[in-house]
Structure formats: structure tokens, C-alpha cells
């Protein structure tokens, strides 16, 4: 099983950028297609982005063009480049192995976007 832990949230400014990281264990970390969810207050928590084993990448239509989710598997970590943020942004981010139903979840990071 593949454990994971995030970083690289924070405060930002509209129209700025952040970087979130996501460390993995596991030596089949390669194998796990990967992803990133988000959850604001009183929200569900939504899929932001993903990625194959193959790197494959798929993103929520508010996200297309800003944000980027890429992979090393070299180093077991998984990345989400966040740009041009805006404040409805605002959520905690998770990383999530394996998917939503059966996967393994990080323990979230907040990300505000905030003038």
C-alpha cells in the first residue's frame, strides 16, 4: 500500500501560483495512478486532477489551464503546480493513491487564496 503526505500549501494573492508536492512510500508507487482532490467548507470533496501510471493527465473543467499535476517516479512524488489562483481555489488538498473508493489519502493541506 502506497502512504502519501502533501506540502507546499499556504496564503496566496489572486493570481498567484503554489506549488503543492505529494511524497509517497511504496516501491509500486509507479504503478498507482494518482490524484488530487479539494474540499472547501460545506463542499464535497472534488477531484482537481489526476494522472496515470503512464501520465496520462486529466483535470476538472474550473481547473483546465492553470493547474498542472505531474509525476517523478524517480522520486516517488507527485506534483500539482497551481496558477492564476483564484479565491474560490480555496480548499484543503488532498492526495489520494488509487482512487477515491479504494485508494490511500494524505492527511490534507490548506490552501487559501486571499487578498
Known amino acids: 500500500q502506497v502512504h502519501v503526505v502533501e506540502s507546499g500549501g499556504g496564503l496566496v494573492q489572486p493570481g498567484g501560483s503554489l506549488r503543492l508536492s505529494c511524497a509517497a512510500t511504496g516501491s509500486i508507487f509507479r504503478m498507482y495512478s494518482m490524484y488530487w482532490y479539494r474540499q472547501a467548507p460545506g463542499n464535497e470533496r472534488e477531484l482537481v486532477a489526476g494522472?496515470?501510471?503512464?501520465?496520462?493527465?486529466d483535470y476538472a473543467d474550473s481547473v483546465k489551464g492553470r493547474f498542472t499535476i505531474s509525476r517523478d517516479n524517480d522520486k516517488n512524488a507527485v506534483y500539482l503546480q497551481m496558477n492564476s489562483l483564484k479565491p474560490e481555489d480555496t480548499a484543503v488538498y488532498y492526495c489520494n493513491a488509487g482512487g477515491r473508493e479504494h485508494g490511500s489519502w494524505g492527511q490534507g493541506i490548506q490552501v487559501t487564496v486571499s487578498s
Open positions: 494522472i496515470s501510471s503512464g501520465g496520462i493527465t
